[in-house]
């Protein structure tokens, strides 16, 4: 049926006509979309700058808005820290999903401010001290994983406290404690790559 | 919401409203499923409201070259991963008619087929410049690419799309 570029092009857009018919943009995707609209203006500071820039972190924040069901556990954090709405309890961003079944795709996490890496919390919310019956276990999943270890440099928010941890596997599971609670502000280095986010422990 | 300018929040709107389709419809080029075609336009319309205050010049450029490189993140991801399966590049061109005579349906099938069968880049240079209609040079913007690369690119993809038509499949049925 096809025998120059300009035929190929005719079927291949009559094709895609009928394949795409019917199929519209889900209006909720825009209205959250014109959502994010205002509440990237509305923060301030480094964190959220850098976190407006981060693909995977408003795609999370898509989906709360779309389900209305994200439940962020950094909303009682003083304004402005950057531990504000830091856990997402809705869908994992696409490229995260790999390994999870579909109904594991919404878990609690916290998304890299360059989208290089999610921590998906099995414990939620994370305890300092680490509660007796629960581990604050963090699965760290990076776009490019490499083969190096994973280096977490914390920093609590408003205050000197500091902490390193290492997971030597590089991203994957691993148990996190951290001496006070607070906002730690991470700062995570894995086989060249380096990302930050903030998560939350309660007391 | 109260700071929020009205008149940016109605522009970006009709933005959503004009583009939107052609977003969703070209993701869904680009990467053969409708869900994920849905997620890729998520973050595609989240990142341009972030930054929509900052894009001062052609909007629907900004948001293509999102998509295409959030298209081609997923489908790098989905490489390194090898427990997913469904990685649209590895869908077959080949389907068998059997005893049926080819229909219209056969040849949209196999259309679409071979052109989820392109690779990722040569598959966005189609999506992008025969389907979507941006020109050579938007689209070489788009995809951060060269316009030389988009006209050899487009010219690769479309012969291979020339050559994945039915025309091998009637052998099959003799």
């Known amino acids: 049926m096809i025998g120059n570029d300009e035929q190929t092009i005719h079927a291949l857009r009559d094709a895609m006509a009928t394949e795409v018919r019917g199929h519209h943009l889900d209006p909720e995707i825009a209205a959250a979309a014109t959502d994010q609209l205002g509440s990237a203006r509305r923060h301030g500071g480094k964190y959220a700058a850098v976190a407006a820039c981060a693909v995977g972190a408003v795609t999370v924040a898509l989906v709360y808005a779309v ?15 950057a531990c504000n709405g830091a856990v997402f309890t809705s869908a994992l961003p696409v490229w995260a ?8 795709y919404v878990n609690a996490h916290v998304t890299g401010a360059g989208d290089e890496i999610i921590g998906v919390l099995f414990a939620d919310p994370l305890r300092s001290p680490p509660a007796p019956d629960r581990n604050n276990k963090i699965l760290w999943v990076a776009k490019d994983p490499g083969t190096g270890p994973l280096v977490i440099r914390a920093h609590l928010e408003g205050a000197d ?29 894995w086989s060249g790559h380096r990302d930050t986010l903030a998560v939350p422990y309660t007391g | 919401m ?6 940016q929040r109605a522009e970006f709107e009709n933005f959503v409203s004009a583009q939107g389709d052609r977003l969703l419809h070209a993701a869904y080029g680009m990467c053969g499923d409708w869900q994920h075609a849905e997620d890729l336009v998520q973050q595609v319309l989240l990142k341009v409201a ?20 959030a298209n081609i993140d997923r489908w790098r991801m989905l490489r390194r991963r ?57 689209t070489a913007h788009a995809l951060g690419i060269s316009v030389g690369a988009v006209k050899s690119g487009g010219a690769r993809g479309l012969a291979r799309l020339r050559t994945a038509n039915p025309s091998p499949f009637q052998e099959v049925e003799r």
């Open chain 1, 161 to 189: 406290q500091e902490a390193t941890r290492t997971v030597p596997g590089g991203p994957g599971p691993s148990i996190i404690d951290l001496p006070a609670p607070g906002c730690w502000k991470l700062t995570l280095t």
């Open chain 1, 67 to 81: 389900t209305g069901s994200n439940a962020q556990h950094g909303a009682t954090a003083p304004t402005g820290s």
């Open chain 2, 50 to 69: 972030s930054r929509w205050s900052r894009i001062t010049d052609n909007p629907g450029g900004y948001a293509y070259r999102c998509l295409a490189r």
């Open chain 2, 2 to 7: 109260a700071d929020i300018d009205h008149e």
């Open chain 2, 82 to 138: 090898p427990e997913i399966i469904t990685d649209p590049t590895v869908i077959t061109v080949v389907r068998p008619r059997g005893d049926r005579p080819p229909s219209d349906v056969d040849d949209r099938l196999t259309v679409i087929d071979a052109l989820r069968a392109l690779p990722p880049r040569q598959r966005a240079i189609v999506v992008l410049r025969y389907l979507q209609d941006l020109s050579e040079a938007d």
């Open chain 1, 97 to 104: 999903r790999a390994g999870f079944s579909p109904d594991s």
